[in-house]
């Protein structure tokens, strides 16, 4: 299912005051908006996902499943700078006649929410029933809770945090290092930099997962291996995995994105910014992720009024919220049983 496409016909600001024309926003929309405009799910997808949410959260999102289109009005924006239809580095800058590359504007999460809100209001969207978003996404997801805190009813953030962490930010560092030190970089083609995009995926891998899972998934079967080891195998694989579908130019500046992630900014500070968010909230974190720890995720319950929360525990680290669809969905039933009326109440834990 190819992504639809909304051409925003006015010049689009980014927070730091640079601007663009033709601005492009490809999205999915599944379900029909209800009378009464009150059944939108919108999710908000991470790092290098794509608006086809049915495609990468199966379990969770879809026909049968929690959120699915016979009662639902699902709908997922591809994100500023991603190569799935909407503007990025790729793209053509009306102005030059040439793909942006690296004069595209640095830009940040509370641009792309920006983004999504031109898309909502061309869908005739007022208010949101679920905001959802991991990762990246949730980042986005609470930008928006907190811009407009009486469109979005229902929160549901899953190992994201309030402010990037240094050591979110070193992890992104580092793979930034390795594109850049791939010099075709710096050619403006689009196929500039793929060698340090594979290294900068192998660099990202390790922090989505754990020692435990490589321990269990890649483990030598034989004693007397000493070279080309399962480990080393599933790195190259997955690195050019994303180098077949991806970009190195868009991935350089979405991790600049996250690194810039800070509710605070501009709002004295960010406890006071996550008191602005009115939604009922859902807060998750996965016991095993070394990259959104779990008390980053107990901090946001702690400082957002109506939260509950729940840790899960899984196999997969960061991923697993991409993974465990069964598990969150017991989470998510539990929640939306919950009357929260301004408490913090933990939910059970779930294993």
């Known amino acids: 299912m190819n992504a639809e496409i909304f051409k925003y016909t006015n010049t689009f600001e980014f927070e730091s005051g640079r601007t663009i024309e033709g601005l492009e926003i490809g999205f999915h929309t599944y379900g029909r908006l209800n009378k009464e405009k009150n059944n939108v799910v919108w999710v908000c997808h991470a790092l290098t996902a794509n608006s086809d949410v049915f495609d990468w959260w199966k379990g969770l999102i879809g026909e049968g499943y929690f959120f699915n289109p016979e009662e ?23 102005v030059t006649g040439q793909p942006y590359y690296l004069s595209y504007p640095q830009f940040t999460t509370r641009d792309m929410v920006k983004a999504h809100q031109l898309l909502a209001q061309h869908l005739n969207i007022n208010n949101i029933s679920v905001l959802i978003g991991g990762s990246l996404g949730g980042q986005q997801a609470m930008e928006w809770a907190i811009i407009e805190p009486e469109r ?15 050591w979110g930010i070193a992890f992104n560092e580092s793979q930034r290092l390795a594109i850049t030190t791939d010099r075709t970089f710096y050619s403006n083609t689009p196929e500039g930099g793929q060698k340090g995009l594979k290294a900068a995926r192998s660099i990202a891998l390790l922090s989505y997962r754990t020692y435990k899972t490589y321990g269990i998934t890649q483990q030598e079967e034989a004693d007397d291996v000493q070279d080309n080891f399962r480990s080393s195998s599933y790195q190259n694989y997955q690195g050019q995995k994303l180098v077949n579908r991806f970009n190195a130019y868009s991935y350089w500046y979405l991790t600049k994105v996250m690194d810039s992630h800070n509710v605070g900014r501009g709002r004295h500070g960010v406890d006071k910014a996550l008191s602005l968010i009115k939604a009922k909230t859902l807060v998750i974190g996965i016991s095993s992720d070394v990259l959104f720890p779990v008390e980053e995720q107990q901090y946001l319950f702690r400082h957002i009024p109506k939260a509950a929360f729940s840790e899960l ?9 991409l993974i465990e669809t069964e598990a969150l969905t017991k989470i998510f ?11 913090i109440i933990e939910l059970q834990r779930t294993a």
């Open 72 to 94: 639902h009005f699902i709908v997922c924006a591809n994100i500023l700078g991603s190569p799935y239809g909407t503007t990025s580095p790729l793209s053509i800058n009306p």
């Open 152 to 166: 979005i009813k229902n929160l549901i953030l899953i190992a994201t945090n309030a402010k990037h962490s240094p």
């Open 313 to 321: 525990d899984s196999f997969y680290g960061h991923d697993g919220f």
């Open 333 to 343: 039933t539990s929640f939306f049983k919950t009357d929260v009326k301004g408490k």
